[in-house]
């Protein structure tokens, strides 16, 4: 047995009672492109990446929970890290507020930090309440490693090097849960984490989210790469060059940005919305760089019960609860 965090353990839990409805949020990655200003004061003569993990609800349901674990990869060509903005970001909750200032464009480093949070329980976003209904209570405890703590790992703004800044582990979420006062339960997507990365490197993240409706129930995250299989839970944040996300860069991506040259979707590596000679550069540079996926497994296993009825903001004041691991 062993110590896991309220918050998440609340959406990790097997679901107890038979009539809950099971939880209707999903997560998606989606890649931001890069404004080239920005990119050059982020990191001048690098490539630099965005992506941001988005959630869908449906009507009646609202998103409470996040959990995840991303470390990437390194070795075999492969290098880079997390961008962690020094103006706005967080060296202990790895929360960002580039969605306050109404000067900020995508210009701006800033912009494009790494962080996680719930912009969208922020009705009138002012720097007084910046992030107050996010609440960050750890690092993860999905896979079931045995390794998940009350301090999450994220990325430090003085950590800004190749060999530092590689992994974000990190349980956050709504801390005010249904109670909150602008909450909005209709059908809706909206920002709640963002990886910026800075190199050609990528990596797996591996997770799940959860819902108000079903806080028992864990949402895992859904792979985004059609052709790799993945364990559950696990979405592939592309290394730079791999056109179809199946995990290395080879023939089939020399071929995808010849046949959409000029144009663009397949093909366009460094996420900019069109695929160009810059994009034959990069699966050139990066050709037969690969990523190994995770193993399968770590499952979550069974939590000690607790009440249906017992609402995150309650959970996050108690220090935590205790798990069995399942054999």
């Not at 200003?37 to 003569?45: D, S």
């Amino acid at each position: 047995m062993r110590l896991v965090h309220a918050l998440g353990a609340a959406v990790a839990a097997t679901a107890l009672v038979s009539s809950v409805a099971k939880a209707t949020v999903t997560m998606s990655l989606v890649p931001l492109p890069v404004n080239s200003t920005a990119a050059a004061a982020i990191a001048p003569g690098q490539t630099v990446r965005t992506f941001q993990l988005k959630v869908s609800q449906t009507v009646g349901e609202k998103w409470d929970v996040g959990s995840l674990k991303l470390t990437l990869a390194t070795g075999g060509g492969l290098s880079g890290y997390l961008y962690a903005n020094p103006t706005v970001h967080s060296n202990t909750t790895g929360e960002s507020k580039p969605y306050l200032n109404p000067g900020q464009t995508n210009t701006s480093a800033s912009f494009y930090d790494t962080y996680v949070t719930t912009p969208a329980f922020e009705a009138n976003p002012t720097a007084g309440n910046a992030a107050s209904h996010l609440n960050v209570v750890g690092s993860s405890d999905f896979p079931n490693t045995g390794t998940a703590s009350n301090v999450a790992t994220v990325p430090q703004t003085t950590g800004n090097a190749p060999a530092t800044n590689q992994t974000l582990d990190i349980v956050w979420g709504d801390q005010a849960g249904v109670q909150a006062a602008t909450d909005t339960t209709g059908a809706t997507s909206y920002l709640t984490a963002q990886f910026t990365i800075v190199g050609n490197t990528g990596g797996y993240i591996r997770g799940y989210s959860g819902g108000s409706n079903a806080a028992n129930t864990a949402q895992f995250f859904g792979s985004n790469a059609p052709l790799q299989t993945l364990p559950q839970g696990t979405m592939y944040l592309p290394i730079l060059g791999d056109t179809d996300k199946n995990g290395a860069v080879n023939i089939d991506d020399f071929i995808s940005v010849k046949n959409n040259f000029n144009g663009t979707g397949s093909g366009d590596t460094d996420g900019d919305n069109d695929v160009d000679i810059d994009d034959f550069i990069n699966v050139k540079n990066n050709f037969n760089h690969a990523v190994t996926p995770p193993a399968s497994g770590g499952a979550l296993g069974s939590l000690v019960p607790e009440p249906a009825s017992l609402s995150l903001l309650m959970l996050a004041g108690l220090a935590g609860v205790r798990r069995r691991r399942s054999l």
